[in-house]
């Protein structure tokens, strides 16, 4: 028998070449599902393909629709304008130092960071510290500064100070229903309590011997101020025999001074001087105050309590 033949319906292979195909009866597997779709024209495009055209169209209109950084630059300055305007107006201001009354605690030059938000929230301002407030009237010459464009602008977002602004920084010694006095060679006493003020006082300066005064009753919602440099200030002293009486009124305060900023290497924060937090030189009329709050406090406790007692009992 020949090599190759084969028995059966007479059909051969080409070249001798084995058959691999499996018998008509055998299941085939099923091939897999191919998604398509038409386009308009009503050809056909697999699913894949399709998909690839959808993320280059996607890509290509993102691109599209990226606009250049030169046209976002004028928002992006508004914004910043508008937080700027929101931080001065609500959380911080910067000022400048104008003057050497304050000195050595701050010097000519500096800037200092003024909180405005606690007043918010019903905060008066305390003794010993460095408050901002504006004139009560007549402690500022009446000098108007020439002003352009671009300084006002910048002056009322809160990015550059006011030379119109007629604002004073000073350092809160007394406050409303305090007494306060300095006779000469002497310390300031408040309600009767002697300061000791060598930790801020300018080296060399005595307490008020340029100008002793006392003793003064502060009035409710007034505030005694004075320079850390005292024979280089014209504070509350040097006003009594104005219409004020040399008071800040509290509603004056714009904030306090909580930290120098500028230049950087007198970074400090200002903190209150540790004689302000000493024993007995809180007045009558300041420690009532929280003890109005503590009774208010109570009768809540208090009601609860009796409710409370009166559940049990039934």
Known sequence: MAVGARSGSGDSDDGGEHDDRAPSGAEQPPAPPVESTEREDGSEVSGVSHREQEKAESDGRSEKNQRPFWKELPLLIVVALVLALLIKTFLLQAFSIPSDSMQ???????RVLVDKLTPWFGSTPDRGEVVVFHDPGGWLPEVEVEE???????????????????????????????????????SVRVNGKALKESEYLFPGNTPCNDKPFGPIKVPDGKLWVMGDHRQDSLDSRYHETQPGGGFVPEENVVGRAVVIAW????????????????????????????????????????????????????
């Not at 050595?104 to 500096?110: A, C, E, I, S």
């Not at 009322?156 to 300095?182: Q, W, Y």
């Open 263 to 314: 230049p950087v290497n007198r970074w400090d924060a200002l903190s209150v001087p540790d004689t302000f937090s000493s024993q007995g030189l809180a007045g009558a009329a300041s420690t009532a105050v929280p003890g109005a709050f503590g009774l208010a406090g109570a009768v809540p406790f208090v009601l609860w309590r009796r409710r409370a007692r009166v559940r049990q009992a039934v």
């Open 148 to 186: 352009n464009v671009v300084q006002k602008a910048l002056s009322f977002v809160g990015l550059m100070p006011s030379g119109n602004e007629k604002d004073l920084i000073k350092r809160v010694i007394a406050v409303g229903g305090d007494t306060v006095e300095c006779k000469e060679n002497g």
């Open 104 to 110: 050595n605690t701050l010097q000519r030059g500096d």
